[in-house]
């Protein structure tokens, strides 16, 4: 009878279909499994701001720190008022709303020279309290005139020290070779 079994079991088609048709069942129900872990997870995942205590702790927290920030707000409320009420008193520039786009285009155009205007200043004070009157310009004429010939003579002998080192390198990279 065992034998006739066998011979059943791998011979005939329909024993075939029944034990594909109970694997399939059984990967079926792994496969529900598997989907109902994955469903769980993600509902915990969509949950977990809500029902996770350390979450929850950390919103309590929140609301804590945000409850003392209006409740310090209320307190100070006629401070805060009255403050808002008063105009701001500081070094600022009145401009008409109608400028007010193209003062902030040409600001940051004109800021360096801004930051330059009182070296501006300066040579502006110097240049009125110069007077060529006083026979200054020809003192000045010559200082300037020494000025450019003791320059004139530091480039030159400049001239001459990179002729001199670039030979002593030639010369130095003709005894390594």
């Given at each position: ?36 872990e994955?469903?769980?997870h ?18 309590c ?21 009255s ?7 500081g ?8 400028h007010?786009?193209?003062?902030a ?29 006083d ?14 010939a ?18 002593l390198e ?8």
């Amino acid at each position: 009878m065992e034998e006739i079994r066998r011979k059943v079991d791998t011979s005939s088609p329909s024993v075939a279909l029944i034990r594909l048709l109970r694997e399939i069942t059984r990967l079926g129900k792994a496969l529900d499994k598997v989907n109902l872990e994955i469903q769980c997870h993600l509902k915990e995942a969509e949950t977990k701001d809500i029902t996770h205590v350390d979450i929850l702790g950390s919103r309590c927290h929140q609301l804590e720190q945000i409850s003392g920030q209006l409740s310090t707000i209320i307190e100070k409320k006629d401070e805060l008022i009255s403050r808002l009420q008063q105009p701001f008193v500081g070094e600022f520039l009145e401009i008409d709303a109608a400028h007010h786009k193209n003062t902030a285009e040409i600001l940051p155009m004109i800021s360096s020279d801004l930051a330059s205007f009182p070296t501006v200043l300066e040579n502006i004070a110097w240049i009125r309290n110069f007077s060529l009157a006083d026979g200054q310009l020809l003192s000045v004429l010559s200082s300037i005139e020494s000025s450019f010939a003791e320059i004139q003579s530091f480039y030159q002998a400049l001239c001459q020290s990179r002729n001199l080192m670039s030979r002593l390198e030639e010369e130095h990279g003709k005894e390594t070779v």
